[in-house]
């Protein structure tokens, strides 16, 4: 499957943007999906997966109540939704797919098809 990330940019502390995911090559409903990001000089890091344990979203502690993950098959395109940013969100941030939707993934290493990482720049 083939991922295209987009919708970064640069934004004022406190304000929005909505990043997009589109998918291509395979049956998306197929592949668990999930947005990493990673910051100039620190490792790659787990952001938000649809289906997390109990199958609800699920999102790390620093954007969790920010932060909305959704997905659409029908558009093969997952989304993520960014409020209230802030500085220290500035990162590239991935889309990441692996098939298999039995059992949620939150490390890096346990998905295998990547985008090209979008850029968010959250200014004070």
């Known amino acids: 499957v083939q991922l295209q990330a987009y919708g970064g940019g640069l934004v004022q502390a406190g304000g929005s943007l909505r990043l997009s995911c589109a998918a291509s090559g395979r049956t998306f409903r197929n592949y668990a999906v999930a947005w990493f990001r990673q910051a100039a000089g620190k490792e790659r890091e787990f952001v938000a997966a649809?289906?997390?344990?109990?199958?609800?979203?699920y999102y790390s502690d620093s954007v969790k109540g920010r932060f909305t993950i959704s997905r659409d098959n029908a558009e093969n395109t997952v989304y993520l939704q960014m409020n209230s940013l802030k500085p220290e969100d500035t990162a590239v941030y991935y889309c990441?797919?692996?098939?298999?939707?039995?059992?949620?993934?939150?490390?890096?290493?346990?998905?295998?098809?990547w985008g090209q990482g979008t850029l968010v720049t959250v200014s004070s």
């Open positions: 649809p289906n997390g344990r109990d199958g609800s979203p």
């Open positions: 990441a797919a692996d098939y298999g939707i039995g059992r949620p993934r939150y490390a890096a290493s346990q998905y295998y098809y």
